[in-house]
């Protein structure tokens, strides 16, 4: 890899980005611009997404006491794009039963639950009760699930007074219920992070639950808890496939947190998977609990908590910690009997891009010299060649560097953010970070989105997360690519000042 960290700069990119790094709203450099990141505190795991409306609503697991984990509360933002969000008051707040974790919401259209007034459609939140007390005492059965309901669109909630509505048989971890509807058998499913596997349960109503079956004692990745698990149908050549998502801590392809997929059929009982083969949604290390949101669109949109568990707690941030992902659909595409979930992000709002430009058989000089007066390192940029070993870097006035791309001798892309700014708050931080090219196309593609401390790497097929933290912006200064290669550039730069105020 060192030939990609020691760069002759063939060809040099003149996106000429502001060296100067901005402040956002809240004081902090690092806040992303088109990443939701709340305003102040603490925040994780997404929960409880849904769209109703043409309002989609995000949850997460938040604490307001300070800046790393503590009490769980269920934060809560709205939009009506998924890049602009505007924070709204606190959902959920501890009580009695114990800590609001990480679960889901649905809209409860035909009043199943018995919640609806006066015609009113009530919306249904389901997650886990996780008692302090219980913990600390060294008992089995201090998780157990719960719900509470609104009546005004999921602005306010109420608690079920029968919590909870499924209650711990005994097993230390048992949490993250992910509920939708299942028309087939005509009842709600209840996806459910047990230990070391998962647990199906079903419901009429949302209040009373019967286990179903279980999956996974001896299958996929094992290093860690399985936690935050989804389940939904995918539609490929006419049939439909089943795609179970497994979040797991630690045990992911470059350490620490990270997601892992299923793809089979569910009868309304029991998930049959295709094969045991162990998948990854994303390689990167800072992809974690993802879930999709509950929607009636038929394309899934997902969007997952942008740090790991080795160091989201004392990465340089103080204010606020963490982001999320931006929103990305899920497909299934194949080659030959090679199937795999196609993870993209969602196309950027018209109104936030100020550039954009294409460019064929582009060979040397870059994109047009138009970024003077960028202020932040914000674009997106698609490059499609022939398959060959690439490398992009980015630095700074410091002497900070970020370089990514593709290796072609040995089939992997890489991430290396060893020299990216402030790096030793965890020893694991700095490492390179590897993924697989997991298609035999002749064609590479290598679509990116940069924004302030942050990279999201996909090439249709494979998927890589990464932050980091540069005390002053980057500015993409050159590339690998070697002189008269056949490329295409596409690029979008963002406009900052049209992004969400934070």
Request: glycine share 8%; hydrophobic share 35%.
């Amino acid at each position: 890899m060192k030939i990609f960290t020691r760069l002759l700069l063939i060809c040099l990119l003149a996106v000429r980005l502001s060296n100067t790094l901005a402040q956002s709203d809240s004081g902090e450099a690092h806040r992303p611009m088109i990443h939701f990141s709340p305003e102040r505190h603490w925040m994780n795991d997404p929960n409880g997404m849904f769209e109703y409306k043409g309002v989609y609503h995000l949850f997460f697991q938040y604490y307001p006491g300070g800046n790393k984990w503590g009490p769980m509360h269920w934060g809560h933002a709205t939009s009506k794009d998924l890049f602009r969000w505007k924070e709204q008051p606190i959902a959920l707040y501890p009580d009695s039963l114990g800590y609001i974790f990480s679960g889901s919401a649905v809209v409860d259209k035909n009043n199943t639950s018995g919640f609806g007034k006066d015609g009113k459609v009530p919306i249904v939140a389901i997650f886990t009760h996780h008692d302090p007390k219980g913990a600390d005492a060294g008992k089995q059965d201090y998780q157990n699930q719960s719900i509470a309901y609104s009546l005004d669109e999921g602005m306010t909630w109420t608690k079920y007074a029968g919590n909870p509505v499924l209650k711990n048989p005994g097993i230390i971890d048992f949490r993250d219920p992910k509920v939708r509807w299942h028309e087939d058998t005509r009842q709600w499913i209840m996806t459910l992070a047990t230990k070391d596997r998962i647990t199906f349960f079903a419901s009429p109503d949302l209040k009373n639950w019967k286990k179903l079956s279980e999956f996974g004692e001896k299958v996929g990745a094992h290093g860690g808890v399985w936690e935050c698990p989804d389940l939904f149908p995918l539609r490929y050549k006419g049939k439909n496939y089943w795609v179970l998502l497994v979040s797991i801590n630690p045990g992911g392809p470059n350490g620490g947190s990270a997601t892992q997929y299923f793809l089979g059929d569910f009868n309304g009982k029991e998930f049959t998977p295709r094969d045991t083969l162990t998948r990854w949604l994303d390689y990167g290390p800072d992809n974690y609990a993802g879930v999709t949101i509950s929607s009636d669109k038929q394309t899934p949109v997902f969007i997952g908590w942008m740090s790991d568990w080795r160091y989201a707690q004392d990465v340089p941030t103080t204010r606020w910690r963490s982001a999320m992902t931006l929103p990305r659909t899920l497909s299934i595409q194949g080659e030959g009997n090679n199937l795999a979930v196609r993870t993209y992000p969602l196309d950027f709002p018209t109104s936030l891009i100020s550039t954009r430009y294409t460019l064929k058989n582009f060979t040397f000089g870059g994109p047009p010299d138009v970024y003077n007066t960028q202020k932040d390192s914000l674009l997106r940029m698609r490059l499609t060649m022939p398959v060959t070993s690439v490398a992009i870097q980015c630095t700074n006035g410091k002497g900070e560097k970020l370089v990514f791309g593709y290796d072609h001798s040995t089939n992997q892309y890489f991430i290396d953010r060893s020299e990216a700014g402030n790096t030793d708050f965890h020893p694991d931080f700095p490492k390179i970070i590897y993924a697989p090219r997991l298609t035999s196309s002749k064609t590479l593609e290598l679509d990116f989105i940069l924004d302030r401390s942050s990279l999201e790497l996909f090439d249709g097929w494979t998927s890589m997360t990464a932050i980091f933290f540069p005390t002053e912006t980057f500015r993409i200064t050159g590339s690998s690519i070697p002189y008269n290669f056949p490329v295409e550039w596409y690029v979008e730069m963002l406009n900052p000042a049209r992004s969400p105020a934070k």
